[in-house]
């Protein structure tokens, strides 16, 4: 009971904070701001979080957890090979537009920047791991049946996908609107679009 009613105040205060990063940026938010924002005082906000960053790393988990979530649903469902693409495609997708901030944060741990190693370091680096496994696991099985290109290295693999993926959407968000226009395309046209440049380059055989 005790620790629902935490997890109910932590999340409170870190979906206050998820605006203020947002539109001010992660550095420009002080805990002044969090408070006022989330209805919270200063000392009960430093009661469930010791640091504006483990704010922050909280985002940054409740992001990753759904993503390795989905994408393990997705690679272990009954559909064929491609259809398991897709859904990995739909599962970054949505992580990349419903968790914004934990999008756009994650990729400060897979620089060469120290961090101070705490637990939710730790997890955060553990679910980045997850969620290549699983990746892995899907460019593993397209090898097998013969799908995927034989001389495909898995994991430079995943890296780059995950990359090329991560640049589309980007790319969307912040020119979508003139590119959707000027290519008289709609949103899910170029993203699928995307999607297949990005397949064929493992295709064996590539696909229109």
Known sequence: MKENIIALHQKNIAKGAEHLFLDKGFNLTSISDISETSGYSRRT????????E??????????????????GDAIDSEQNFLKRYEAICACMLF????????????NRFQSNAPLNMTTSV?????????????????????????????????????????TNLNALFELVTTKGTYLFASLHMTKEQFLSYGYTMNLNSLLKEPTK
């Not at 906000?45 to 504006?52: H, N, V």
């Not at 483990?54 to 994408?71: A, F, K, N």
């Not at 537009?97 to 756009?104: G, K, L, M, T």
Request: net charge negative.
């Open 45 to 52: 906000i430093y009661k469930y979080f010791e640091s504006k």
């Open 95 to 106: 992580y990349y537009e419903n968790y914004a901030i934990s999008a756009q944060s994650v």
């Open 122 to 162: 730790e997890r955060i680096f553990a679910l980045g791991v997850k969620i290549n496994e699983y990746l892995s696991i899907w460019i593993e099985q397209g090898k097998e049946e013969g799908i995927l290109k034989e001389s495909l290295d898995v994991m430079p693999t995943v890296y780059i996908l995950s």
């Open 54 to 71: 483990e704010i922050l790393y909280y985002l940054i988990i409740e992001g990753l957890d759904h993503l390795v979530q989905s994408i």
